[in-house]
């Protein structure tokens, strides 16, 4: 069966965004039994778990069982600010405490850390967490699943029906929804990857991506617009600037919603090209820093601790900027080497960043600070995605990875320019021009 070994935990409050590195000695073997504790009686207010989220979902099935990493987080409340131990039980397997006291005195935050799960048995697992505060109160638990499915490498993609002509440019998975973006003002939802409805998005300016938080989809596109919906159906409009600009990336992490875009690189502009928007709940939205001039962001990733975003620019000689931040209001510059292409997007695949972009090169990063350049045979790569234990990039061509450094074309002839991919429920599911929409063999190319 599969081991998951934790790494570490971290703690973050909401409010000050202040981390505390909590050591954990937790080995989890998943061996078909089950251990849990009897409730106790105790007295005080409990903590609550709001959100339970980990990162992928799903890995392919390998019969040496290679480990990869996945990323969780528990989002909580405790007004009482007296964690002391979460419980983490895998089922089957067994349950194993944490001890959390780190985050003594915190009211609300979030607890994130990564652990590596083998990959040498197919099946479904149960993950509960729970938190128990000083006195014994339990919180409610909280079950997400995760999947090892059986590899079908050698099989082909297949395509499947979207119902629109319309460009499609993002895509994103929610807990139980798929959402697709793109030209038009195009929205589309799936329960399944198969079957797609058009969703009513209230404009008809091009959507450039959308994210999921956990608890809503963000989606942000032309003239810095930026929709929420808690359902992928219901769409409201948060923000928008009529006359300039345009969001390209989006992602959330640490209790917070980061946007990326430009403003018009235009000669005398009174204002930076570069464009970075945060927000706490999707609603309101304030602008940030650097202030980089000519300078438009592309794609931005989130691995925990740190926000990546790329960025590109037209002045001459050109050059591709990366901007990093531990708090998402703060951001650190720092030039790709050797290059003078564009970096269309970025993803964090549990141990590195990686990035996808023009001129058939690609990046990888262990902090989101140092960085090295790689060959790949493709000149136009505009997305990027990790399952965890394999990278796939997709535009012009796809390619597979193990490590982002070494990358081998897949067989498959794909006529259509994809925009974006994501790896969602054992396959990947990537989206493009005339509104294809094509997912990869069960367990991935």
Same mark, same amino acid.
């Given at each position: ?283 309101? @939205? *304030? ?8 300078? =438009?962001?592309?794609? #931005?990733? !989130?691995? &925990? %601790?740190? $926000? +990546? ?21 703060? @951001? *650190? ?8 292409? =564009?970096?269309?997007? #970025?993803? !964090?695949? &549990? %141990?590195? $960043? +990686? ?91």
């Amino acid at each position: 069966m599969p081991t998951v070994a934790s790494q570490a935990l971290q703690t973050k409050t909401e409010t000050s965004l202040r981390t505390l590195t909590l050591p954990l000695l937790l080995a989890v073997l998943l061996t078909g039994c089950d251990s849990s504790t009897d409730p106790e009686t105790s007295i005080g207010t409990s903590p609550v778990i709001t959100n339970f989220t980990f990162s992928p979902e799903s890995t392919a099935y390998y019969p040496w069982g290679d480990p990869i990493t996945v990323r969780g987080t528990v989002t909580f409340t405790d007004n009482e600010g007296d964690l002391a131990t979460l419980l983490l039980s895998i089922n089957p397997g067994r349950a194993d405490t944490i001890d959390v006291t780190g985050a003594t005195g915190i009211t609300s935050g979030e607890l994130y850390g990564v652990f590596r799960v083998g990959t040498g048995a197919p099946g479904s697992y149960s993950v509960t967490v729970t938190l128990i505060d000083s006195k014994g109160n339990r919180s409610n638990p909280t079950t997400k699943n995760f999947r090892v499915a059986v590899d079908r490498s050698g099989a082909t993609w297949g395509y499947r029906t979207s119902g629109t002509t319309s460009e499609l440019l993002g895509i994103a998975a929610g807990d139980s929804l798929l959402v697709a973006v793109g030209e038009q003002g195009t929205i589309l939802t799936s329960r399944d990857g198969r079957a797609w409805e058009t969703r009513n998005s209230g404009t008809t300016d091009p959507l450039w991506a959308v994210a999921w938080t956990g608890q809503e989809f963000i989606a942000v596109g032309e003239f810095c617009t930026i929709l929420s919906s808690t359902d992928g159906i219901v769409w409201t409009t948060r923000y928008q600037k009529r006359s300039e600009g345009a969001l390209h990336g989006v992602t959330s992490g640490g209790g917070l919603i980061v946007a990326v875009g430009g403003y018009p690189m235009m000669q005398g502009a009174s204002t930076d090209s570069t464009l970075i928007l945060t927000s706490p709940d999707g609603i309101v @939205w *304030t602008e940030r820093g650097p202030g980089l001039r000519w300078h =438009s962001l592309q794609g #931005i990733a !989130w691995s &925990g %601790t740190r $926000f +990546v975003a790329t960025a590109t620019t037209e002045a001459s000689p050109s050059e591709v900027v990366v901007l990093s931040s531990v708090d998402g209001l703060a @951001w *650190t510059p720092d030039t790709l080497p050797g290059v003078d292409y =564009s970096v269309f997007d #970025i993803t !964090w695949t &549990g %141990t590195s $960043f +990686v990035t996808a972009g023009t001129g058939g090169v690609s990046f990888v990063s262990n902090n989101g600070m140092g960085w090295q350049r790689y060959t790949l045979d493709a000149t136009h790569q505009t997305g990027i995605a990790s399952s965890g234990g394999k990278l796939v990039t997709v535009g012009w061509n796809t390619l597979t990875s193990d490590d982002g450094r070494s990358w081998d074309r897949i067989p498959a002839q794909i006529p259509q320019r994809l925009r974006d991919v994501i790896w969602h429920d054992f396959q990947y599911i990537a989206v493009g021009e005339q509104g294809t929409i094509i997912v990869s063999p069960p367990g991935g190319p």
